[in-house]
């Protein structure tokens, strides 16, 4: 491409390293096409056309997030090939729990200054959470904003976009009193909470490779793990079982994410001493003086999906999240009530 600026170059963005950085990313991004893909990257908009044939009412479900300031723990370990796989989770995992498979998403990356390999390795990431969602990566933005991020810095965000059937949508409206509530395990804090994290680890440079034997790793190893993504466990349950409701606990952990699909006049009563907490939760509580009850109301406490099934349901839906590789367990029941949430 015969495309350059020495002008804009001297101001700080080069856009040859843009044109470099699409090179260096399009065998991760076409690794992701699925069938509906009808363009390559490099074009003005990312095309899909949606196979509606199995669907008697298709609907188009869709959720934007981005990694928040987990981006600080990138930064410090020089890792950049996770951090994409939590982009996707946060918006993948979102759009399943009603019921719908992520068709394709697009992300937008804005930095400080564009270094090829680096926006190659977060795209990579990006790329290896679609595959996990299955969906299609067919499209995005690179921004480079220098005076606006610091040179090394960088932000991430995304929005995917699912399908799913009308008639079989999962919006809580089923759940009813005598529903179990099935948790169904996270693989740590996810992508949520990490200013208070941070906070709390006081993390740097020197501590963030400290080793701790509660967890079997350093503390940035723990902290850099990327988010769970459920969508196929997920989709694998609603087929087999009937689901009345799923929640992502995402910011806001439990207080905050199970309400979102309990009805009105009806109150999920979540068994503490049931939840198996991961073990991550219980050194940031050693760290610091967050109540339990602030602890319930900003993480997920090792629950990344809380399922509601009719009680004849639960012992099924538990073999099937398990077939699929989740660790899978009762943690609680719908009652009647209007708290919309009790943790006893």
Do not use: W
Not at 13 to 41: C, N, Q, R, W
Not at 147 to 169: H, N, R, S, T, W
Not at 269 to 294: C, Q, T, W, Y
């Amino acid at each position: 491409m015969n495309s350059f600026s020495n002008s804009y170059r001297d101001a700080g963005v080069d856009v040859t390293a843009g044109y470099k950085a699409v090179e260096l990313m399009k065998s991760h991004v076409e690794s992701t096409f699925t069938p509906g893909v009808m363009t390559s990257i490099g074009g003005f908009g990312g095309m899909f056309r949606p196979d509606f044939k199995s669907m008697g009412n298709p609907v188009l479900v869709s959720g934007t997030d981005g990694v928040g300031t987990k981006l600080k723990i990138a930064f410090l370990l020089n890792k950049h090939d996770t951090i994409g796989i939590d982009c996707v989770a946060m918006c993948a995992n979102d759009v399943v729990c009603c019921g719908a498979q992520p068709l394709f998403f697009l992300d937008y990356l804005a930095l400080g200054k564009n270094k090829p390999e680096r926006v190659a390795e977060i795209v990579a990431g990006v790329a290896e959470g679609c595959r996990q969602a299955g969906c299609a990566l067919i499209g995005g933005e690179t921004a480079e904003m220098p005076g606006f991020y610091p040179i090394d810095e960088y932000d991430l965000a995304g929005f995917c976009v699912g399908m799913a059937d009308g008639d079989k949508l999962v919006d809580g409206s089923a759940i009813k009193a005598g529903d179990v509530l099935i948790g169904v395990a996270s693989s740590g804090l996810h992508s949520n909470g990490f200013s208070l994290v941070r906070h709390v680890t006081r993390v740097n440079e020197d501590n963030i490779r400290m080793y701790l034997s509660d967890l079997g790793k350093t503390l940035g190893e723990e902290l850099i793990t990327p988010t769970k993504i459920y969508v196929k466990s997920a989709l694998a349950v609603i087929d087999q079982c009937d689901v009345h409701g799923i929640a992502h606990i995402t910011g806001g952990g439990f207080y905050e994410n199970i309400p979102r699909i309990i009805p009105k006049g009806l109150c999920a009563k979540v068994e503490k001493a049931a939840v198996r907490i991961h073990p991550i939760f219980n050194v940031l509580k050693g760290m610091s003086r967050i109540s339990e009850r602030d602890m319930f109301n900003t993480f997920n406490m090792g629950v990344g999906l809380v399922v509601a099934v009719p009680k004849d349901e639960a012992d099924k839906a538990v073999q099937v999240l398990q077939s699929c590789g989740e660790t899978a367990y009762i943690i609680g029941e719908v009652t009647e009530g209007d708290e919309r949430i009790e943790i006893c």
